[in-house]
C-alpha cells in the first residue's frame, strides 16, 4: 500500500517523522512524504525505503500562509490542496498520513476534488488549539484581529471527527479527545519515544566538552518562547548559583523571546551563568546532553502541555541524565513512573532551584535516577513498542483499501 505523508516542515531533523518512515517501510509499506525545502536540499530523496518529496518554498513565505490558516483569508489550505491533489495522483497514493490539525483541511478539500474516499489519518502531535493562544503572532496586530482561537477549538472537533483516524503522542491526548466526542476506537498513541538507531550517532563532539569542563551543566534543548519556561529557569539560576558556584545553564536552541531572555541574563548579572548556545543540528542534542549533569524541561502548565510530549524528555533518559521538570501530567506521571527525575511547580523559579540544588547535593541520587530513566527507555519508553500501534493501524488500513469492491 502507497501511503502519502504531509508535511509542513523540512524533513530532515523532524525525529518523529523519520522514525515513522522507517518503521512503516520497513514493514513493507511504500512511503512517500511530501515536505518543504526552505534551503538547498534535493527535491527528491531516498530516506530507509521511503520517497522523500521537497516542495521548494522559503521559511518567510511559508510562515506567513500559515497564520492565516482557517481564517477568511487562509491561501495555505488553498496551496497544500493544490499540492496534495497532485501528489496523490503521481505517486498513486492509498491513504493520506496528514502531520499536525492544521494541514487536515487542505486534505479533506483535496479528497473532495480528487473524487476519492482516501482514507484520512490525522497525526497530532498537540493540542493545537491551545498551544495558539502562546504564539506571539496571535496575540499581536494583525493577527490577534484575524486569528479566533474559538474558531479553530470548534474546527478541531469538525475536523478529528472527519478523520479516519486520529494518531496521538500520548495518553493523556486520547483522554482529551475522547472528552471531545471522538471514539476511544478510532485514536492510536504512537509516542515521542526516542529511536537509539537514529539519535545516538558518533562521538561526544570534543569541542562542547572542552567547552563546559569543569562546570555544573545544566541543559535545555528546544524552542524558546513564553510557554516553554526558560524565564523561570533564568530566575531559578540567580538562586542556584548561590549554592553552586560554577553552575551553568546551556540554552541549546532560539525563538520569539530571545532578546527578552538575553536581557533578562543582563539584568540578574547571570553572562557568567549562561550559555546560549544558539539553534543546533539534530545530530548536535547527543553531544549537548551527554555533556550535561541534569537536563531540564521548564514548559509551563497549560491545557496545552497536559496533553503533548516532548522528546527531548526520552533522549534525556536514553542518555542517562536525570530530569528537572515542571508538573505538566504526562511529564510528571513519567518522571514518577520510572524514576527518572524530579517535578517542581510549573512558573516557580523557587522550586525549580531546590529540586536543582537538592540534586546537586547528592550525586548518587543523580546518577540512580539516570540509570532509571535509561533503564526505563530500553524497557518501556521504546520507538519499537510505540510503532506496532502505528504498523498495527496501517496493516488494518490496507485490509480495507486493497479488498475487491
Known sequence: MNIGMIL?????????????????????????????????????????G??????????????KMKGFTNTFLDPYTAYWAQK????????????LHVHDL?????????????????????????????ALKHYRYVNKFPGKYIISVPKWERTEIEWIRKADHVITVIEEAVERYVGLGLPKEKLSVVANYVNPDFFLQGDVDAAIKEKFQGRFVLTYTGGFDAHRGIECTIRA?????KKVPNALLVLVGTGANLQELEVLVSELKLSDHVSFEGWQKAEMMASYNQVSDICLIPHLKTEHTDHTIPHKLFQYMLLEKPVVSTDCKPLKRILEESHAGLSYASNDHEDMAKQII??????????????NGAMAVQDRYTWDATAKNLITLYQEIEVKVTKPS
Open 102 to 130: 492544521y494541514l487536515l483541511g487542505a486534505a479533506f478539500k483535496a479528497r473532495r476534488k480528487l473524487g476519492t474516499s482516501i482514507p484520512i489519518i490525522g497525526d497530532l502531535h498537540e493540542n493545537y488549539p491551545a
Open 8 to 48: 509542513d516542515n523540512e524533513f530532515t531533523g523532524d525525529m518523529r517523522v523519520e522514525n515513522e518512515v522507517y518503521s512503516l517501510s520497513q514493514a513493507g509499506f511504500k512511503v512517500f512524504v511530501l515536505c518543504f525545502n526552505h534551503g538547498g536540499k534535493a527535491e527528491r530523496e531516498e530516506f530507509h
Open 50 to 63: 521511503g520517497t522523500i518529496i521537497r516542495l521548494n518554498i522559503s521559511k518567510f513565505r511559508k510562515n
Open 237 to 241: 539560576m540567580d538562586l542556584i548559583r
Open 84 to 95: 496534495i491533489t497532485r501528489f496523490v495522483r503521481e505517486h498513486k497514493i492509498q491513504t
Open 358 to 371: 537538592y540534586l546537586y547535593e547528592h550525586p548518587e541520587e543523580r546518577q540512580r535516577m539516570g540509570r
